[in-house]
T-cell receptor, first 117, second 109 residues
């Protein structure tokens, strides 16, 4: 258990469905992230939140909508997805976004594996 | 040029071998450096942070060369359980964590 919990672990949805991915961190961190990892591709940063404020949207299509109600919870709302959106979605947290200390590391959740039919 | 580049791999080595991975980064303002390990279909996990003077954790040794913008990871006495993809990660002050594409290692019996 890493201290970052993601649900659901697996999700299958049709292109017209609406679903949400949930992430919760118990580490007292101030920054939270969504990453996408497609098969045989590197990690792609999607969104960054610092103290519940979105500080980065990495040119992600609007069919992905993040929400950060507090510093411990992060959601990714999904609607009208495409088959190419099938991937592993990873949530991560770090102490903060500014410090470059070697102790300020990213801790990942186990991921939500999404299949869009 | 990509921000973080790694040896393409895959590396197939016998148990007990010593293997070294290289990583280069393009942003000279990068301040912190890490190696992560990712097992197949699992999340990345921190292997070790990389410090300016170099650091060692058991069979793993990491080195940083700021002048050449180069990071290395040395694994001695490879175990079957070391088989994974190794990700190089760098970040600057106030910047995001930037991941390399990873190098896959297979340790063979």
């Amino acid at each position: 258990e890493t201290g970052v919990t993601q649900t659901p672990r697996h999700l299958v949805m049709g292109m017209t469905n609406k679903k949400s991915l949930k992430c919760e961190q118990h580490l007292g961190h101030n920054a939270m992230y969504w990453y996408k990892q497609s098969a045989k591709k590197p990690l792609e940063l999607m969104f960054v939140y610092s103290l519940e404020e979105r500080v980065e949207n990495n040119s992600v299509p609007s069919r992905f909508s993040p929400e950060c109600p507090n510093s411990s919870h992060l959601f990714l709302h999904l609607h009208t997805l495409q088959p190419e959106d099938s991937a592993l979605y990873l949530c991560a947290s770090s102490q903060d976004r500014a410090s470059y200390s070697g102790a300020n590391v990213l801790t990942f959740g186990a991921g939500s594996r999404l299949t869009v039919l | 040029r990509k921000e973080v580049e790694q040896d393409p791999g895959p590396f197939n080595v016998p148990e007990g071998a010593t293997v070294a991975f290289n990583c280069t980064y393009s942003n000279s303002a990068s301040q912190s450096f890490f190696w992560y390990r990712q097992d197949c279909r699992k999340e990345p996990k921190l292997l070790m942070s990389v410090y300016s003077s170099g650091n060692e954790d058991g069979r793993f040794t990491a080195q940083l060369n700021r002048a050449s913008q180069y990071i290395s990871l040395l694994i001695r006495d490879s175990k079957l359980s070391d088989s994974a993809t190794y990700l190089c990660v760098v970040r600057g002050y106030g910047q995001n964590f930037v991941f390399g594409p990873g190098t896959r290692l297979s340790v063979l019996p």
